[in-house]
């Protein structure tokens, strides 16, 4: 678990990247997020976004599996993502 906060602190914590790197990581971890402000149910839930060296780190809850996949697909659609690791977790309370 300390592993997987350290590696999704992102390359601006371990200052391992060079500036173009951080930028393009800043850059895409912002396009995803404006990819998802485009569906309300993603962005009324908590999806936490993480770029580091032009992977995409996905956390978080969403309600139905449906969300999870859109979330994965619009991530991996932004141009400059080499990967998409997808942690996001569905939550299975009934409505």
């Known amino acids: ?20 790197t951080c930028t ?7 396009e995803v997020g404006s990819q998802f402000a485009r569906y309300p149910s ?3 839930n908590t999806v936490r976004i993480q770029t580091l060296r032009r992977v995409v780190y996905l956390t978080g809850t969403v309600d ?3 969300e999870r996949l859109l979330a994965v697909s619009l991530a991996g659609d932004v141009q400059g993502v080499t990967r998409v690791v997808d942690s996001i977790v569905v939550n299975n309370v009934p409505r």
């Open 24 to 30: 393009a990581d800043r850059a895409i971890s912002s």
């Open 42 to 44: 993603l962005s009324a």
């Open 64 to 66: 139905t599996d449906v």
């Open 1 to 20: 678990m300390f592993f997987s906060c350290l590696l999704l602190g992102g390359c601006a914590s371990f200052r391992t990247c060079q500036d173009q």
